[in-house]
């Protein structure tokens, strides 16, 4: 199909007059395309492009390098100027996205991207992307792509970040939020929307929930392990169930917030007596540290094995508690961080869990 579109794009006579890498030639194939050209000075040289098959995992804060090399076959003698060219895929409805262009020793790199990208060439021949201080929104997939001015060539480069999806609801209770509060939402639990494909994984790994809530794509879902009367019926196959995409501003839902993993530490502060929020707030600035927000305690429980039977106001006014070894007096019989709601501010029933950042 690529194949064919670029054989049809060649033949075009205006062809030449578009720009070399448009993204019309982004193929979803094989993770390195050749097009022989047939006869011409460099008749049978082919360029290939190598970039790991595995989908590489990071965590938020972290710097990660995108490998990707070439080479010619058969080797030339003398080497070709090349262009290097790093950019994103479009997914979960966001535009294509450049990340770094690179022609001999100049770079050039784009948007969020500037100062956190780096092309390494410690080897011959080495065109990795290193990127620095990883943000939540830089996992997806990468293209980078050698040109060297008869072909280009590219290979696939795909990023995951590690961490936790949960769903979430404001104190204002169930189906609140339009598409941008939601984003608000998990921004204010340290968290962003979640993908689809980061839903469908904590699905895998046994999410059930029966609420619907946004997705980045302003899709609308919701996980179920096992199919129910009260949630859908019985008659529908456990699998993350959609609404399909709607209305970002007119309709209202849950969100599923993703939270990576942390940089800081999440603990429950010991302190001899029950808190108000205004005092839970407190007590963690005197200990030199924030109240915790929601996606911070999800993120210490699933990476950090937060595991503590005593719930704690967070930042948003929830009180909750983690959960890593279900034991009697403590909460349903599955691993996972239990909430009681938006309790009364001025109840003292609380403790605190408190975040301090490296
Ligand atoms: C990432 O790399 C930069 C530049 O080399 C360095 O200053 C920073 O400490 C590194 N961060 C981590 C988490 O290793």
New binding site residues.
Partial sequence: MGLLLRVLLLSLPCVSSLPFYNGFYYSHSPRSRNLGHGEGPFHGVKLVVETPEDTLFSHQ???VTLPCRYHYEPALVSPRPVRIKWWKLSENGAPEQDVLVAIGLRHRSFGDYRGRVHLRQIEEREVSLEI??LQLEDYGRYRCEVIDGLEDESGLVELELRGVVFPYQPRQGRYRLNFQEARRACEDQDAAVASFEQLFRAWEEGLDWCNAGWLQDASVRYPIALARQRCGGLGLAPGVRSYGPRHRRLHRYDVFCFSAALKGQVYYLEHPERLTLSEAKEACREDGAQIAKVGQLFAAWKFRGLDRCDAGWLADGSARYPVLHPRPNCGPLEPGVRSFGFPDPQSRKYGVYCYRPH
Avoid: E, L, M, R
Wanted: no cysteine; charged share 20%; proline share 0%.
């Fill in positions: 804060g972290a710097n620095w201080d």
